[in-house]
């Protein structure tokens, strides 16, 4: 996959840019703004058993607008209707709501947004084809399983302007098809397909890579005892435990507040295995390089070099009341971990015996000062013996810190890397991405 | 004949609603089943975070959900473009994955008797404006940050309150009309102190005082002046030994009791999950078809009931999103399991399976842009005959814990390990000191039958959370949970690592 910058304006684009000028015909004496633009037209399909659980398709399109004064600022959002005329009034009783709103406020001491002009483009045309026709493709393959999950296909759309001039844009039109195949119980095995283009071949590629591990899971599944096991984590269940770390861990914000999960990284010089290198990668991922205050994100945010904590994420907010340099957001959005030396085709060789983690589920921290977290393996899950798969593992809960498993407990991590493209859609289709090894870890600890 | 666009909602949105409605009819095609939901929803967010106020924020969703049902298939179209051009395309995109979908679905959706409600219900609060006095909010939140910071050990401390307000019209191409308004209050208040490595938090009620209502939700719930006590309790947690680690009773008040229903009940119940539709995602169930009527889900105390009839609960409605009319239900009756929360479609879709196991008006979306499925509304636990002082008496050893702070449950919904924080002990039947980073961990169904008493009514809140995720595509959705302070029998509990 492969994104290129445009010198073309798409319909959307214009529609956006209008909406931004009509914003800058009704500033009265000192205004400013800034706006976010967030739309998509999106084909879902949920699937459940092999069959078709609910079609549908979602249109929808945010205006989120901040008009500021001096220091003072406050924000409003609506959905657009599309309608020029109706868009136009709404806007402009939103500006008065916001006016007014501005008479009642104090000075923001952390207000600060880009000043600095930078336009950027950056479309991806769609190559999708019609929904239905994969759909076709998706049933075709899928009846001889119990087949579930989603495809979420069409385009996305993020837009800034600001009373500057300042006008950035990105679009890409995207399809993910984020499916399991089930044997009975919580058997199954869990795969994805995503990109720009839909290739019949990769697909099916794909599908019977995810059928032939189901295979595995006719074995009777077999429970180990809690405790300490050597456990090999693909880099579809280290994203889980990578994840984590956009919740509060490498954000300025959080190591300030010591609410961060790694702030003894920051405050006592904690440090994880050598060969972590973990960093925040905008121009690599999918999502827009610009932000909703206008700065565009750094290209590269190195968080934790050789182990140790060297970079945080930081917000213009936190930046101007720390008097930083702003970076981006405080959330992950692109995460780049570096690949490490263990060959993929010999992780079983080196597992030895323990277990193959194929996924991780629903993570929460146990102790945050440690950085110790909590959850359990789901779906394609396995026991190893001498190298050898010999049993699907019955669900286990595990509890242990990031500073044992990706610290001294970290074996290694895998020279080929995967790309895992968020299938989320909480309110609207997510444009995160992780490229993640895999990572073999001595005496993981298993709980329940 | 009616205009392109109906009348502006801003002027009138009530009319707007009836008119947009009345707009869908006249283009409403010739199938077995059309409908349309409209959701009008405008959210203020007010916040002080280190006495700074943030920057307000106003959220103004509107948009609707046209569905289709014809020749066995099903399909939807979502649309902020209201116009008739609008509707008219979502008509067509919903009738077009109709057809597609028909011979392919999961059911034949034909044969399935869709509800086509009539009336109109407005929940507390509708008739005072949430919003009304932006300036005396900022004041009071502002006056609560302040008085938040009591010791220089306080790191970090916010308060905010989130507001909306939300008129839905549910209307069937063939003439039913059901319109409702929601106004519903979501406070926030916590501290957060700090001590070398480990830094304690606080939360006004667990972050669990959401309810419908005006803004005497927040008023009158002690919210004001909360502040300095929930630094003190931040602060002695810091100064608090680890929770102790052994098999031991376990009380948990109100605001944990939310989230052990929701995780180990509710989700579990969800009749779509029971049928497979969550699997990709959020998950499965231990709960199955055949186990409705007879499975011993916990002790004979444990009384569950889905009530979204209970007014000032967050979750609270007249019909749910696909029109069925609210009732309560109980899905646990004297610890043995009664019904799942299934709305209408799933009903029909386990009793063609040969499983006629009921369900309640559980059909919920997160907004217009999100098709309905089986959700918890109010989920509660009804009341038991115990006192508070009388169930700390009957402890020998064991732990008292109160508010979430992590929660973590396999996709089954039963093995589980959940965290609060704030913790006291309780020692040969009085309470004792507190203890930090109280945890617990169980398995769903042996958990609940370890229950040995259910406070009574005077030890009863009711909360709720506006963050309950699912679905594919994605919803976050606004439950309530009432429920009395309980007690657990020998359970694994422990601390953080020394």
Same mark, same amino acid.
């Given at each position: 996959?492969?994104?290129?910058?445009?010198?073309?304006?798409?319909?959307?684009?214009?529609?956006?840019?209008?909406?931004?000028?009509?914003?800058?015909?009704?500033?009265?004496?000192?205004?400013?703004?800034?706006?976010?633009?967030?739309?998509?037209?999106?084909?879902?399909?949920?699937?459940?058993?092999?069959?078709?659980?609910?079609?549908?398709?979602?249109?929808?399109?945010?205006?989120?607008?901040?008009?500021?004064?001096?220091?003072?600022?406050?924000?409003?959002?609506?959905?657009?209707?599309?309608?020029?005329?109706?868009?136009?009034?709404?806007?402009?009783?939103?500006?008065?709501?916001?006016?007014?709103?501005?008479?009642?406020?104090?000075?923001?001491?952390? &207000?600060?947004?880009?000043?600095?002009?930078?336009?950027?483009?950056?479309?991806?045309?769609?190559?999708?084809?019609?929904?239905?026709?994969?759909?076709?493709?998706?049933?075709?393959?899928?009846?001889?399983?119990?087949?579930?999950?989603?495809?979420?296909?069409?385009?996305?759309?993020?837009?800034?302007?600001?009373?500057?001039?300042?006008?950035?844009?990105?679009?890409?039109?995207?399809?993910?098809?984020?499916?399991?195949?089930?044997?009975?119980?919580?058997?199954?095995?869990?795969?994805?397909?995503?990109?720009?283009?839909?290739?019949?071949?990769?697909?099916?590629?794909?599908?019977?890579?995810?059928?032939?591990?189901?295979?595995?899971?006719?074995?009777?599944?077999?429970?180990?005892?809690?405790?300490?096991?050597?456990?090999?984590?693909?880099?579809?269940?280290?994203?889980?435990?990578?994840?984590?770390?956009?919740?509060?861990?490498?954000?300025?914000?959080?190591?300030?507040?010591?609410?961060?999960?790694?702030?003894?990284?920051?405050?006592?010089?904690?440090?994880?295995?050598?060969?972590?290198?973990?960093?925040?990668?905008?121009?690599?991922?999918?999502?827009?390089?610009?932000?909703?205050?206008?700065?565009?994100?750094?290209?590269?945010?190195?968080?934790?070099?050789?182990?140790?904590?060297?970079?945080?994420?930081?917000?213009?907010?936190?930046?101007?009341?720390?008097?930083?340099?702003?970076?981006?957001?405080?959330?992950?959005?692109?995460?780049?971990?570096?690949?490490?030396?263990?060959?993929?085709?010999?992780?079983?060789?080196?597992?030895?015996?323990?277990?193959?983690?194929?996924?991780?589920?629903?993570?929460?921290?146990?102790?945050?000062?440690?950085?110790?977290?909590?959850?359990?393996?789901?779906?394609?899950?396995?026991?190893?013996?001498?190298?050898?798969?010999?049993?699907?593992?019955?669900?286990?809960?595990?509890?242990?810190?990031?500073?044992?498993?990706?610290?001294?407990? &970290?074996?290694?991590?895998?020279?080929?890397?995967?790309?895992?493209?968020?299938?989320?859609?909480?309110?609207?289709?997510?444009?995160?991405?992780?490229?993640?090894?895999?990572?073999?870890?001595?005496?993981?600890?298993?709980?329940? | 004949?009616?205009?392109?666009?109906?009348?502006?909602?801003?002027?009138?949105?009530?009319?707007?609603?009836?008119?947009?409605?009345?707009?869908?009819?006249?283009?409403?095609?010739?199938?077995?089943?059309?409908?349309?939901?409209?959701?009008?929803?405008?959210?203020?967010?007010?916040?002080?975070?280190?006495?700074?106020?943030?920057?307000?924020?106003?959220?103004?969703?509107?948009?609707?959900?046209?569905?289709?049902?014809?020749?066995?298939?099903?399909?939807?179209?979502?649309?902020?473009?209201?116009?008739?051009?609008?509707?008219?395309?979502?008509?067509?995109?919903?009738?077009?994955?109709?057809?597609?979908?028909?011979?392919?679905?999961?059911?034949?959706?034909?044969?399935?008797?869709?509800?086509?409600?009539?009336?109109?219900?407005?929940?507390?609060?509708?008739?005072?404006?949430?919003?009304?006095?932006?300036?005396?909010?900022?004041?009071?939140?502002?006056?609560?940050?302040?008085?938040?910071?009591?010791?220089?050990?306080?790191?970090?401390?916010?308060?905010?309150?989130?507001?909306?307000?939300?008129?839905?019209?549910?209307?069937?191409?063939?003439?039913?009309?059901?319109?409702?308004?929601? !106004?519903?209050?979501?406070?926030?208040?916590?501290?957060?102190?700090?001590?070398?490595?480990?830094?304690?938090?606080?939360?006004?009620?667990?972050?669990?005082?959401?309810?419908?209502?005006?803004?005497?939700?927040?008023?009158?719930?002690?919210?004001?002046?909360?502040?300095?006590?929930?630094?003190?309790?931040?602060?002695?947690?810091?100064?608090?030994?680890?929770?102790?680690?052994?098999?031991?009773?376990?009380?948990?008040?109100?605001?944990?009791?939310?989230?052990?229903?929701?995780?180990?009940?509710?989700?579990?119940?969800?009749?779509?999950?029971?049928?497979?539709?969550?699997?990709?995602?959020?998950?499965?169930?231990?709960?199955?078809?055949?186990?409705?009527?007879?499975?011993?889900?916990?002790?004979?105390?444990?009384?569950?009931?889905?009530?979204?009839?209970?007014?000032?609960?967050?979750?609270?409605?007249?019909?749910?999103?696909?029109?069925?009319?609210?009732?309560?239900?109980?899905?646990?009756?004297?610890?043995?399991?009664?019904?799942?929360?299934?709305?209408?479609?799933?009903?029909?879709?386990?009793?063609?399976?040969?499983?006629?196991?009921?369900?309640?008006?559980?059909?919920?979306?997160?907004?217009?842009?999100?098709?309905?499925?089986? !959700?918890?509304?109010?989920?509660?636990?009804?009341?038991?005959?115990?006192?508070?002082?009388?169930?700390?008496?009957?402890?020998?050893?064991?732990?008292?814990?109160?508010?979430?702070?992590?929660?973590?449950?396999?996709?089954?919904?039963?093995?589980?390990?959940?965290?609060?924080?704030?913790?006291?002990?309780?020692?040969?039947?009085?309470?004792?000191?507190?203890?930090?980073?109280?945890?617990? !961990?169980?398995?769903?169904?042996?958990?609940?039958?370890?229950?040995?008493?259910?406070?009574?009514?005077?030890?009863?809140?009711?909360?709720?959370?506006?963050?309950?995720?699912?679905?594919?595509?994605?919803?976050?959705?606004?439950?309530?949970?009432?429920?009395?302070?309980?007690?657990?029998?020998?359970?694994?509990?422990?601390?953080?690592?020394?």
């Amino acid at each position: 996959m492969s994104m290129s910058p445009s010198t073309t304006t798409t319909d959307m684009q214009q529609q956006f840019h209008a909406l931004a000028d009509f914003i800058a015909t009704r500033l009265q004496g000192s205004e400013r703004f800034t706006c976010w633009f967030s739309g998509e037209s999106t084909d879902f399909v949920r699937f459940n058993r092999g069959l078709i659980r609910q079609p549908g398709h979602v249109r929808q399109a945010n205006l989120s607008l901040s008009l500021i004064d001096g220091q003072r600022q406050a924000r409003g959002e609506f959905s657009l209707s599309g309608e020029t005329q109706t868009d136009h009034a709404r806007l402009a009783r939103l500006i008065e709501d916001l006016r007014a709103q501005l008479r009642d406020l104090p000075d923001d001491p952390y &207000l600060l947004i880009a000043t600095e002009v930078q336009d950027s483009t950056r479309v991806v045309a769609s190559k999708l084809p019609q929904t239905g026709d994969m759909v076709e493709e998706i049933l075709a393959a899928a009846h001889a399983h119990d087949f579930v999950g989603i495809l979420a296909s069409g385009p996305l759309y993020r837009g800034f302007a600001n009373s500057y001039g300042q006008r950035n844009w990105h679009e890409i039109a995207s399809f993910n098809l984020d499916f399991s195949l089930y044997l009975a119980g919580d058997k199954a095995v869990k795969s994805s397909y995503a990109g720009f283009e839909w290739q019949s071949d990769a697909f099916r590629a794909r599908y019977a890579d995810a059928a032939a591990q189901l295979e595995l899971l006719r074995r009777p599944a077999q429970r180990i005892a809690p405790g300490p096991c050597r456990a090999y984590l693909t880099p579809t269940a280290l994203s889980e435990v990578i994840g984590m770390l956009g919740w509060a861990g490498v954000s300025e914000k959080s190591l300030r507040t010591k609410y961060s999960s790694l702030r003894r990284m920051r405050d006592e010089g904690l440090r994880l295995h050598p060969s972590i290198q973990l960093a925040e990668h905008t121009a690599a991922g999918l999502g827009p390089a610009f932000q909703p205050q206008g700065f565009i994100k750094a290209p590269r945010v190195e968080l934790i070099r050789d182990g140790a904590l060297i970079g945080s994420l930081v917000s213009p907010r936190t930046a101007r009341e720390y008097g930083l340099q702003p970076n981006g957001d405080e959330g992950m959005d692109a995460v780049e971990l570096a690949a490490g030396t263990l060959p993929q085709a010999e992780v079983l060789k080196t597992l030895g015996d323990g277990v193959y983690i194929g996924n991780l589920w629903y993570l929460n921290y146990s102790d945050r000062a440690s950085c110790r977290m909590t959850g359990m393996t789901r779906f394609a899950s396995f026991k190893v013996e001498g190298g050898e798969i010999v049993a699907p593992l019955e669900v286990m809960r595990f509890d242990e810190s990031l500073y044992r498993m990706l610290g001294d407990k &970290l074996l290694g991590l895998t020279r080929e890397r995967e790309l895992l493209i968020d299938s989320q859609s909480y309110e609207q289709r997510g444009t995160g991405s992780m490229l993640l090894p895999g990572a073999l870890i001595d005496d993981f600890s298993f709980v329940l | 004949m009616f205009p392109a666009t109906s009348s502006d909602p801003h002027a009138d949105p009530q009319a707007w609603l009836h008119q947009t409605a009345a707009l869908f009819r006249s283009l409403a095609p010739a199938v077995d089943f059309c409908s349309l939901r409209i959701v009008d929803e405008r959210s203020d967010y007010l916040g002080v975070r280190q006495d700074v106020l943030q920057p307000p924020s106003t959220s103004q969703s509107r948009g609707a959900m046209v569905s289709v049902v014809h020749r066995g298939g099903y399909g939807y179209a979502a649309t902020s473009d209201l116009s008739a051009a609008g509707l008219r395309e979502a008509i067509h995109r919903a009738m077009d994955w109709a057809a597609r979908s028909a011979g392919h679905s999961v059911i034949d959706f034909t044969r399935i008797e869709l509800p086509r409600p009539q009336g109109r219900y407005a929940s507390p609060g509708v008739t005072a404006p949430v919003q009304r006095a932006r300036r005396e909010i900022i004041d009071l939140l502002m006056a609560e940050s302040k008085a938040c910071r009591t010791d220089a050990r306080i790191v970090d401390w916010s308060a905010s309150l989130w507001t909306s307000a939300t008129d839905q019209l549910y209307a069937t191409a063939d003439g039913a009309e059901a319109f409702q308004q929601f !106004r519903q209050v979501m406070p926030s208040l916590s501290v957060s102190a700090n001590a070398g490595a480990d830094t304690q938090t606080r939360s006004f009620a667990g972050g669990g005082l959401c309810r419908q209502g005006d803004l005497s939700v927040l008023l009158d719930s002690g919210f004001v002046g909360s502040g300095p006590r929930l630094a003190a309790e931040a602060i002695a947690l810091l100064e608090a030994p680890n929770c102790p680690t052994g098999r031991m009773d376990l009380l948990l008040m109100p605001s944990q009791m939310m989230l052990q229903i929701h995780e180990s009940i509710g989700h579990p119940l969800e009749l779509d999950r029971i049928l497979g539709d969550e699997r990709n995602f959020a998950g499965t169930s231990f709960v199955t078809l055949d186990m409705f009527g007879h499975y011993q889900y916990g002790s004979p105390l444990l009384n569950i009931s889905f009530d979204p009839t209970r007014a000032e609960e967050l979750a609270s409605y007249g019909w749910d999103d696909e029109g069925t009319p609210a009732s309560k239900v109980f899905v646990i009756r004297d610890g043995v399991l009664q019904h799942p929360l299934g709305g209408s479609i799933s009903q029909a879709r386990a009793a063609m399976a040969g499983h006629a196991v009921g369900g309640a008006a559980s059909a919920r979306a997160s907004s217009w842009n999100r098709p309905p499925l089986d !959700r918890m509304s109010n989920l509660n636990v009804e009341p038991g005959d115990s006192t508070l002082d009388e169930m700390i008496a009957s402890v020998e050893r064991g732990v008292l814990m109160d508010g979430n702070i992590s929660w973590s449950i396999d996709d089954s919904r039963n093995k589980f390990q959940f965290g609060c924080e704030y913790g006291r002990l309780i020692e040969n039947g009085e309470l004792k000191g507190v203890v930090r980073n109280p945890n617990y !961990r169980g398995i769903s169904a042996s958990f609940w039958r370890s229950l040995r008493a259910v406070g009574n009514a005077g030890t009863l809140e009711v909360m709720g959370t506006p963050f309950c995720g699912k679905a594919e595509p994605s919803q976050i959705i606004r439950v309530g949970h009432a429920s009395p302070a309980c007690l657990f029998s020998d359970v694994e509990v422990f601390g953080a690592e020394a």
